[in-house]
Every structure is written in C-alpha cells, then in structure tokens.
C-alpha cells in the first residue's frame, strides 16, 4: 500500500498518507464481505474509488518534482512564481473527506 502500491515520487510527501488511506478503505470494504464471493467486489471497488486518487497524488507529485527543480515551464527558478504554485498543491490531500471517501467506496462495491 501507499508507495508500494501507488510508486511516485518524494515530491508531495504523500506515500504513508496515501497507505493510511489505503487501508481505511480496505477495512471500510473488506467489514461488508460477508461470503468469499464478495471479496472480488470488495477489491474492484477499493480500485474504482483510490486509483484516481492515487493518481492524481502521483501526477501532482511529479510536476511539484519539476517546479522544485526549476523545469517546470512558465515558473523555473522565479521564487515567488513557485511559491505560488506550490503552497496550494496539497489543499486536495490534506482537505479530503474521509468520511465521503469511505461512503463512495461503499457506494461503489453495492454496483459491482
């Protein structure tokens, strides 16, 4: 889970977050399988509802990775024109509603 799982790089500080999560949703789905034919479910819906998340982590990650290194067009090494753009790329993976996270991977498993 987390890196091992979503592999990206350093740049959002986000990988043990991402495993916490990961888990939460888990158990969230793996507490409904009440009979060995809804695991497969359980797991479809685990990966409908965190792979965007994942990814756009991943993604976010990547060119957070570039504005640091200055490769990031438009902003290069301009210190206010990357304090700028960086200061808000964490708003979505620290502002995220767990408790609506765990309701759409309910949701999610109920139409599979």
Do not use: C
Request: hydrophobic share 45%; aromatic share 6%; proline share 4%.
């Amino acid at each position: 889970m987390g890196d091992a799982a979503h592999a990206m790089t350093p740049w959002q500080g986000s990988g043990a977050g991402q495993a916490i999560e990961d888990a939460m949703i888990l158990d969230t789905l793996l507490k409904e399988v009440k009979e060995p034919n809804q695991i497969g479910a359980a797991f479809k819906a685990y990966d409908k509802v965190r792979r965007p998340r994942t990814q756009k982590v991943v993604a976010s990650s990547m060119v957070t990775g570039r504005m640091m290194f200055g490769r990031e067009p438009g902003i290069n090494l301009d210190v206010e024109k990357m304090r700028a753009a960086i200061s808000p790329r964490w708003d979505f993976i620290y502002n995220m509603d767990l408790a609506e996270h765990k309701q759409a991977s309910l949701k999610a498993m109920l139409h599979i």
